[in-house]
């Protein structure tokens, strides 16, 4: 099995900065791609930012404050998230893109999600 978990939520006020970090653990050959994504309430899922063989990929809003690093060795990746917003506010979940064995099919795991909450 697969495990995936975020750390770093909480509550924040406008401006601020927070620092999300993710591991992944379990059964792993190799990780194909890791991102957080996040949701808000009444709103769909959506990708925040990406990070695939060293390319990185952002939402245009939040492209200029956020920062996606990954640690492929230790199977973690962050996220630094600066110049917060209320529109922010969301639960901030990690996905990682997980082959168990050499050559195998890849599956997608995702963790239990941390919230974030920008706010005065």
């Known amino acids: 099995q697969v495990q995936v978990a975020e750390s770093g939520g909480g509550l924040v006020q406008p401006g601020g900065s927070l620092r999300l970090s993710c591991v992944a653990s379990?059964?792993?050959?190799?990780?194909?791609?890791m991102g957080w994504y996040r949701q808000a309430p009444g709103n769909e899922r959506e990708l925040v930012a990406s990070?695939?063989?060293?390319?990185?990929n952002y939402a245009e809003s939040v492209k200029g404050r956020f920062t996606i690093s990954r640690d492929i060795a230790k199977n973690t990746v962050s996220l630094q998230m600066n110049m917060l917003n209320p529109e922010d506010t969301a639960i901030y979940y990690c996905?990682?893109?997980?082959?168990?064995?050499?050559?195998?099919?890849?599956?997608?795991?995702w963790g239990q999600g941390t919230q974030v909450t920008v706010s005065s």
């Open positions: 996905n990682a893109a997980v082959s168990r064995i050499w050559n195998g099919p890849i599956y997608t795991y």
């Open positions: 379990g059964s792993i050959f190799s990780i194909n791609r």
């Open positions: 990070v695939f063989s060293g390319s990185t």
